[in-house]
């Protein structure tokens, strides 16, 4: 190796540093913000929607008990026969209840599906998440021991043997990551 290295500034390297966190810490957000949205539809859908329908079957059949009841009323009167009014008022109250029976049903199957969605979503950032945990912490404590190898690398060349540059970073163990992955 003929050639020599010619570092003789690490401040683009200790720049570098809080663009890595601020990376970090964006990637955490963009993979729990989707399953904490999701989490929320979930929890209105079980909560707010499943007992909005359940509700509106109670209603609803209270409606069309009253609308049989008018129609029964006709029926068993003196008329001769019920008023037209009242039977399509009876069918308009008893499609109302299937519409709330089958809308709640919906919900019940959005929700399961939901539920798959989140779980499968869960699995699928699982890789991505222990990057952003683990790996980025790795790559820190890595560029904290490459800062100070080459910021005791320009001492050297300059001459110098003073105390380390204090970049206002902890590089105190930045190699254990390291040692540790070789000695394994």
């Given at each position: 190796m003929c050639a020599k290295a010619r570092v003789t500034n690490t401040q683009a390297l200790v720049e570098f540093r809080p663009a890595i966190i601020k990376f970090k810490e964006d990637v955490e957000r963009a993979l729990t913000s989707p399953g904490s949205d999701a989490m929320r539809v979930l929890s209105w859908l079980q909560g707010d929607r499943l007992s909005h329908w359940k509700r509106e079957i109670r209603v609803r059949s209270e409606a069309a008990v009253v609308a049989k009841s008018t129609l029964t009323q006709q029926v068993s009167s003196s008329q001769p026969r019920?008023?037209?009014?009242?039977?399509?008022?009876?069918?308009?109250?008893?499609?109302?209840?299937?519409?709330?029976?089958?809308?709640?049903?919906?919900?019940?199957?959005?929700?399961?599906?939901?539920?798959?969605?989140?779980?499968?979503?869960?699995?699928?950032?699982?890789?991505?998440?222990?990057?952003?945990?683990?790996?980025?912490?790795?790559?820190?404590?890595?560029?904290?021991?490459?800062?100070?190898?080459?910021?005791?690398?320009?001492?050297?060349?300059?001459?110098?043997?003073s105390a380390p540059v204090d970049h206002g970073v902890d590089v105190s163990d930045a190699h254990a990551d390291e040692r540790a992955e070789d000695e394994s």
């Open positions: 019920p008023s037209v009014d009242a039977r399509k008022e009876y069918e308009k109250a008893k499609r109302r209840v299937r519409e709330a029976e089958e809308k709640l049903e919906q919900t019940r199957r959005a929700i399961n599906k939901l539920r798959k969605e989140i779980d499968y979503y869960r699995g699928a950032i699982q890789p991505m998440a222990s990057v952003a945990r683990a790996d980025m912490q790795t790559a820190m404590g890595r560029l904290d021991g490459h800062i100070r190898a080459l910021d005791e690398y320009t001492r050297v060349q300059q001459g110098e043997r």
